[in-house]
């Protein structure tokens, strides 16, 4: 599989020379390891001997595999045979950094828990990725849904009495990024210390991590936080309004000194002057007949009308875009925010589309794909005959199918 071109210019990543070894299905742990990859580590994926499970899913998982194994080498071992869980105890050896996401005691059967790599390996980092941290939860089995439903995220996202999933996997997503950033903490601290140590990161406590602010702000007020969709706006316009033609957008006029400027730019002199409007605060309290007067007012507009009012005033605005339209949005093509990767398990093989990058920059650059996400097995050979390991050998494991 032919991969990037054009990296040869590209500084050094910070995280050049470091060795990852992945045991990681699903989304958080490959998260954190694209985190690490990303940023220049060499990450080498640890796959069964059938593949990752993750790569043949459907409907909302079909992009979960080629959105978080990008710049990353795959090699796939049968852990359950004596001969495929040593090759792999010999692959961690030589890692600077092991991640699992597996259920508790999984790693222990196979000698890859920490206790047993850091043995032998003092200066190990290792980060495990779960539902819960060490607690009375701690043996439940969790899901990005399980900890927004338990967490109090589906209740704020969805109205009374409908709790609803956040639209995207954002604990399995910032969960691995915790564990990147804590990973990269221990990193810092064995460049002190010289000892490596575990770092664990868990999805029901990311979920309440995100929730925090409406915990505090029911600690400040004393009264229940409402849902997002029936919460009391601190702004007296920050809405979603139907517009020409049944379209919609999303407007925000959040200070005194933006009112002015919407009213100006829309000619509503009127709204201006009334006394009733004159703080951010007296428009809240009036927003049961302001936001009906503003919606008659704005649906004789269309979408791009008001978007160009709105941005031609440096006012806060957004269209209603579907992922889909993404890959067409003007500030991503010509800011560099999609790359290309060609999709490991497409139908017909080889089928190019794009991925979104990390979005920050490091000396003004962005993060590159260096590595499409890899075919099963894809770099088997070259990782055991770096470790070692001769012909002969590798030609029997592979007769034994515990390695493809």
């Given at each position: 599989m032919s991969n990037p071109p054009n990296l040869q210019n590209l500084p050094q990543l910070p995280l050049?020379?470091?060795?990852?070894?992945?045991?990681?299905?699903?989304?958080?742990?490959?998260?954190?390891?694209?985190?690490?990859?990303?940023?220049?580590?060499?990450?080498?994926?640890?796959?069964?001997?059938?593949?990752?499970?993750?790569?043949?899913?459907?409907?909302?998982?079909?992009?979960?595999?080629?959105?978080?194994?990008?710049?990353?080498?795959?090699?796939?071992?049968?852990?359950?045979?004596?001969?495929?869980?040593?090759?792999?105890?010999?692959?961690?050896?030589?890692a600077d950094v092991v991640l699992e996401n597996f259920k508790p005691g999984t790693m222990v059967k196979y000698g890859l828990d920490y206790a047993s790599l850091s043995a032998t390996n003092p200066k190990l980092i290792y980060v495990s990725h779960k539902g819960f941290l060490p607690g009375p939860y701690e043996h439940r089995t969790a899901l990005d849904e399980v900890v927004q439903m338990m967490g109090g995220l589906a209740y704020m996202t969805g109205r009374s009495g409908d709790p609803l999933r956040a639209g995207s996997s954002v604990n399995d997503i910032m969960g691995g990024m915790f564990g990147a950033i804590g990973a990269l903490g221990a990193l810092v601290q064995r460049g002190i210390t010289g000892r490596g140590q575990e770092v664990q990161s868990a999805l029901f406590e990311n979920n309440v991590f995100?929730?925090?602010?409406?915990?505090?702000?029911?600690?400040?007020?004393?009264?229940?936080?409402?849902?997002?969709?029936?919460?009391?706006?601190?702004?007296?316009?920050?809405?979603?309004?139907?517009?020409?033609?049944?379209?919609?957008?999303?407007?925000?006029?959040?200070?005194?000194?933006?009112?002015?400027?919407?009213?100006?730019?829309?000619?509503?002199?009127?709204?201006?002057?009334?006394?009733?409007?004159?703080s951010n605060n007296d428009r809240v309290r009036m927003r049961p007949s302001l936001l009906p007067e503003l919606k008659a007012r704005l649906e004789k507009y269309s979408a791009k009308e008001i978007s160009g009012v709105f941005e031609s005033h440096g006012l806060p605005f957004a269209p209603i875009t579907r992922p889909e339209e993404l890959f067409k949005d003007e500030h991503l093509l010509v800011s560099g925010g999609l790359a290309d990767i060609v999709l490991p398990d497409s139908t017909p093989k080889g089928q190019v589309t794009q991925t979104a990058l990390f979005p920050f920059t490091l000396n003004g650059q962005r993060m590159k794909v260096r590595l499409n996400p890899p075919t099963k097995g894809e770099h088997t050979d070259e990782i055991l005959r770096e470790m070692g390991l001769i012909e002969s050998y590798i030609a029997e494991l592979k007769l034994s199918k515990t390695i493809a």
């Open positions: 050049a020379g470091l060795r990852v070894v992945e045991f990681t299905h699903m989304v958080m742990g490959p998260t954190c390891g694209m985190v690490l990859a990303d940023m220049g580590a060499e990450v080498i994926k640890v796959e069964p001997i059938e593949g990752d499970r993750t790569r043949h899913l459907l409907g909302a998982g079909a992009g979960f595999f080629p959105m978080f194994n990008r710049n990353k080498k795959s090699i796939a071992i049968d852990l359950q045979k004596p001969e495929g869980a040593q090759t792999a105890r010999q692959l961690a050896a030589t995100l929730v925090g602010q409406h915990m505090l702000q029911y600690a400040v007020t004393g009264k229940p936080v409402a849902p997002m969709p029936e919460r009391i706006s601190p702004w007296a316009i920050y809405d979603v309004f139907t517009v020409k033609d049944n379209d919609q957008i999303f407007i925000a006029v959040v200070s005194d000194a933006q009112w002015l400027t919407f009213c100006e730019a829309f000619g509503f002199a009127d709204l201006k002057n009334n006394p009733d409007f004159t």
